[in-house]
């Protein structure tokens, strides 16, 4: 490799200017994109200018953005990115308050992205990235373009997966502060086969596909995170099924044939806010060890707070992936969503129990508003779903469509609800078991607000069809301005 003395020497003015103004903080060399010519004044394209502040990085240097916007205007850029880190450790990319990359690199007709924002490319490690704000222009259709984007090969010491080509390159040690990604035309952060992450004050809207997106990851810790108005889901942990551990070049994903240390495990995840989106909020899939703490989920109305599911090979999706297990959620509220927390298990004519066995928990949950249901458990098939625990979980809607905004579940084993309590303003069906077998309800209380329905007409508040189950401690109370509370009897 060319020293940087040699670098200089046959640099142009500005470049070598560079290294003679550049300074040291912390023993490290401070790489400034200004003093290679951009302007940042949001006008002038700084592309040049900040490739090659890029190409001067090594290890242990920090690539400072002071304020301004700094436009990046070049199309298919080398490396992929607007900034492309490969094979370096140590090094640390910082924005000043006020600093911002705006990719206005679309292309003119189709509107779609021709490069990533911020690219990292294993082997690599101990990368940090801090305050670092990217937007993209208006207008980006889905397309080629994450916000930041960082690309590893999951390495437990076996041989490389299926269909990956060249070395290993392991991604180890990413950490993410007060980051913000505006207008992606794909996720706002997408992170393969990554190591020790951890994740603190990231901000994404309007990003056209996930907000935060984990396939085959280990070892994460994610805090205060908010995503408004996502394409797709606002945050997703997404590992999938082959049957041999392998890499799909085109989809760029790794998939195993079950659980594994790398499948998006031990990830400890909290303070969560998460508004609109066109999918889910949190979707889990093909995970295991997962805890969620404090998750917020308002105005998700084509999917669920949180989606947890299942697919084997020929079921109804194009995408497989194996039950999730060991994941625990604490404290998780949701509103004004079509659906609360929904368990999924699409298994197929196998009755392979790798698809239809989970191990979730839901303690504390709150679900204001939802359409269609707050809980739903459910497999699509003969083969039943199991696994799901939830406690103090209270339900408060007002929908007399789909599932009434209530919890509904079918075609499930050990399906376990301890202190329950719904609030519905009409009488409707607000808990319903369809071939449902060990069912177990401990203190539940359903609520009617109002009600100008006949009792003799009222539906039945429990509907319990093809189910075995154990249900005490159960408590119906209506609420009307004539009589004030009184019990009520439900059929």
């Not at 940087?4 to 290294?19: I, S």
């Not at 992205?113 to 990235?129: D, E, F, K, Y």
């Not at 297990?325 to 196998?350: I, K, N, Q, Y």
């Not at 005490?472 to 019990?487: K, S």
Request: charged share 20%; glycine share 10%; with cysteine.
């Amino acid at each position: 490799m060319m020293s940087r003395r040699t670098l200089v020497a046959l640099a142009p003015v500005a470049v070598a200017a560079a290294v003679l103004l550049g300074r040291q903080r912390d023993g490290r060399i401070v790489v400034d994109v200004s003093k290679f010519g951009a302007r940042g004044d949001g006008v002038t394209d700084d592309s040049q200018a900040i490739q090659a502040a890029v190409g001067f990085l090594r290890s242990k240097d920090t690539l400072y953005f002071p304020p301004g916007i700094y436009r990046f205007a070049q199309r298919h850029p080398t490396g992929a990115a607007a900034i492309a880190i490969t094979g370096v450790s140590d090094v640390e990319i910082e924005f000043a308050s006020g600093a911002e990359l705006f990719m206005d690199n679309l292309d003119p007709t189709a509107h779609t992205g021709t490069s990533h924002g911020l690219l990292v490319r294993g082997p690599a490690s101990r990368i940090s990235l801090r305050n670092v704000s990217i937007r993209w222009a208006a207008g980006a259709k889905r397309s080629l373009g994450d916000g930041i984007r960082v690309v590893g090969c999951p390495d437990d010491g076996d041989s490389p997966p299926v269909g990956w080509s060249g070395p290993r390159a392991p991604v180890a040690g990413i950490n993410l502060a007060d980051c913000v990604v505006r207008g992606s035309p794909q996720a706002g952060v997408v992170m393969f086969g990554v190591s020790g992450i951890d994740v603190a004050g990231l901000r994404v809207a309007n990003s056209q596909a996930d907000g935060l997106h984990f396939n085959a990851c280990r070892r994460a810790r994610i805090d205060d995170y908010s995503a408004v108005d996502t394409g797709d889901d606002g945050m997703a942990l997404v590992t999938y099924f082959a049957r041999r551990f392998s890499f799909d070049d085109a989809a760029h994903t790794f998939s195993f044939p079950v659980l594994t240390d790398w499948s998006n495990a031990d990830f400890a995840i909290s303070n969560v806010s998460i508004v609109g989106g066109k999918a889910n909020g949190v979707r889990i899939a093909g995970a295991h060890r997962v805890t969620l703490t404090d998750l917020r989920v308002a105005g998700v109305q084509s999917g669920s707070a949180v989606m947890v599911d299942s697919a084997e090979p020929g079921s109804d999706v194009g995408w497989n992936y194996v039950a999730s297990r060991a994941v625990r959620a604490e404290g998780v509220t949701a509103a004004d969503c079509d659906t609360g927390v929904h368990l999924l298990a699409r298994p197929g004519a196998s009755g392979d129990v790798r698809f239809s066995d989970f191990d979730v928990s839901l303690d504390d949950t709150k679900f204001d508003g939802c359409h269609n249901w707050s809980v739903r458990a459910e497999s699509l098939t003969d083969h039943k779903v199991s696994g799901l625990r939830i406690r103090n979980c209270a339900i408060s809607s007002a929908s007399t469509a789909g599932g009434n905004g209530g919890v509904g579940i079918a075609n499930a084993n050990g399906i376990s609800l301890r202190n329950v309590s719904i609030r519905h303003a009409e009488r409707v069906v607000a808990l319903s078991a369809v071939n449902t077998g060990q069912l177990a309800v401990e203190r539940l209380s359903v609520t009617i607000g109002k009600s100008d329905q006949q009792a003799v007409s009222a539906p039945p508040c429990l509907s319990l069809n093809g189910s075995d189950r154990v249900i005490t401690d159960v408590t119906f109370l209506e609420i009307t301005p004539a009589l004030g509370d009184a019990a009520i009897n439900c059929r």
